[in-house]
C-alpha cells in the first residue's frame, strides 16, 4: 500500500512539473515575441552612423508619380503647412534629429517625439478598440500594431490629405491613400526601425528605409514650435504666381 501511495504520489509530481514546464516554455515563448522598446532613443540613423541620407526621398526622385512632380510644379513654398506650425507628418517625422520615447502598455504603444509636442498613439490589435468610421481620417493616420516574431509591427492608414506629407523641403505631398508599415525590433541593443510607405497617387513603387536608434538617458531639449519664428523665413520667399491672391496667415 505504502508502495503504490509512493509511486502514485511519484506519477502525479512528474505529471505537475510537465504541466509547468509546459506552461512555462509556452509564456516564454509568448513573451519572446514581445521586444523591449520601452525607453528613451536617440535620433535615428542610417546604418553606419550618417544621419538623413537613407531617409530622404528628393524632389527628382525616380519613384514619384508624375502627379507628384506636377502638384511640386504648382504648389508655391508659401503654402507649406509647416510656416503655419503644422508637425512634420510621418514618415518625415523620422528624418528629423530629435530623440523620442517609447511607452508599451497592454493595450497600447505611444511614442512620444522631442519636436512639436507629438504624441502617437498604436492600438494593439486582440483589445477590441474601436475602429475609425469610414468617412474619419486622421492628419497622423490610425495605427494598428501588433507583435510578431520579436518585433512590433505597425500599420498606419486613414491619413488626411498633407501638402507636404512625403516631404516638407521639397513640396512633396501624401494622399489618403497612404499607408505605413513600420517594424521596431531590437538589434544589438538598438531600436531597429524599418520602414516602408505606399502612396499609389505620389509613388511608383514603395519609399523604403531603415534606421537605427540607440539609448539614451534623457531626451534631447523638446523644441516647439514659435509663430512668429516660422513665418519669419517666408520674407525670403517669392511666389511664382505673384497675380494670385496673398494666402492668409491666421494668428491663435
Known sequence: MNVRFSTLSTSIRILASTLFLGVAGHGLAASSDIPDLDGLWSRPTCAGGGFGGCTTLREDDARLTE???????????IAQPKYDCAPMPIPHMWTDPYSFRIEQL??????????????????LESHNHPEPAINEFFYFGHA????????????????????????????????????????????NGNLKLEVSTVDTFFLKVPWEFTVY?????ELDANWTCELDGARRSLRFETSKYPDDPEPVRINY
Not at 150 to 164: E, S
Request: net charge negative.
Open 67 to 77: 502627379r507628384a512632380l506636377a502638384y511640386k510644379a504648382a504648389i508655391d513654398e
Open 213 to 217: 536608434s540607440s539609448p539614451v538617458q
Open 106 to 123: 497592454e493595450d497600447r504603444v505611444l511614442i512620444y517625439y522631442g519636436k512639436d509636442d507629438v504624441v502617437r498613439t498604436i492600438w
Open 144 to 187: 494598428d500594431g501588433h507583435y510578431e516574431n520579436g518585433a512590433l509591427v505597425v500599420v498606419t492608414d486613414k491619413f488626411t490629405f498633407d501638402p507636404q506629407g512625403m516631404n516638407a523641403d521639397f513640396r512633396l505631398p501624401s494622399s489618403t491613400q497612404k499607408q505605413l508599415t513600420e517594424r521596431f525590433s531590437i538589434d
